[in-house]
């Protein structure tokens, strides 16, 4: 069945630093692919999407690119900043059928923390 | 308004009483999901309606038992809980249920977060 794995956490970088979480999937078909945050103690915000390969998703400095060639989609942000303190996840939702399109499948999640 | 709102925020209760979630949104969404989260766990899929009729089921158990009233609003029934039920419980909600990715995209609200003693 669809899967998606992203890097196992949690994260912690100096304020300006470089980030880069990584994410691969595993899907029939063309997969719609997102990444979403939950900061402590909210609910799921998206953050970018993608719906079809070497699309580039952006949003808030986030970007991240859907590449069907290595089934990756991977978060980057240049310059982080205290305020980007979260848990990120990785998600596709698939196209190959009702109930697949239904669902969200989720990564088990990257916790980021950004020092001062 | 482009927001899912849920009440109570937080809810505590013991493994005999009955409670509700509440989920409410005016943006003329159709779908309506409801997801639960465990502590440092991503967010599994419950239940799905779609034009308020139960379109998914994910083998939940019959002790949680949705509702969709109308076209806003989502429910969650609860009674016997177990403390191993004892997590966040997101609801969600997207234009319509449909292979279109534009008309999918689910919206999320903040959650309740639900301590079953």
């Known amino acids: 069945g669809d899967s998606v794995t992203q890097m196992e956490g949690p994260v912690t970088l100096s304020e300006e630093a470089f980030l880069t979480i990584n994410c691969t999937y595993t899907?029939?078909?063309?997969?719609?692919l997102f990444w979403y945050v939950q900061y402590p103690g909210e609910g799921l915000q998206l953050l970018l999407k993608?719906?079809?390969?070497?699309d580039k998703g952006s949003n808030k400095g986030f970007e991240a690119t859907y590449r069907k060639e290595t089934t990756s989609f991977h978060l980057e942000k240049g310059s982080v900043q205290v305020s980007d303190s979260a848990v990120y996840f990785c998600?596709?939702?698939?196209?190959?059928?009702?109930?697949?399109?239904?669902?969200?499948?989720f990564g088990s999640g990257t916790r980021l923390s950004i020092r001062p | 308004d482009t927001e899912v709102t849920q009440t109570p925020k937080h809810l505590v209760m013991g493994m005999t009483n009955k409670k509700s979630l509440k989920c409410e949104q005016h943006?003329?969404?159709?779908?309506m999901y409801w997801y639960k989260q465990k502590a440092k766990k991503p967010p599994e899929l419950m239940f799905v309606?779609?034009?308020?009729?139960?379109?998914i089921n994910e083998s939940v158990p019959s002790r949680f038992s949705p509702e969709c009233p109308n076209s806003s609003l989502l429910n969650l029934h609860l009674h016997a809980l177990q403390p191993e039920d004892s997590a966040l419980y997101l609801c969600?909600?997207?234009?319509?249920?449909?292979?279109?990715?534009?008309?999918?995209?689910?919206?999320f609200g903040p959650g309740t977060r639900l301590t079953v003693l």
């Open positions: 309606y779609s034009y308020e009729k139960l379109s």
């Open positions: 998600a596709l939702r698939g196209t190959t059928g009702y109930s697949s399109a239904s669902k969200i499948i």
């Open positions: 993608a719906t079809k390969a070497d």
């Open positions: 943006m003329g969404h159709r779908a």
């Open positions: 969600a909600s997207s234009r319509i249920l449909d292979r279109i990715s534009s008309y999918n995209e689910q919206f």
């Open positions: 899907a029939t078909g063309y997969p719609s």
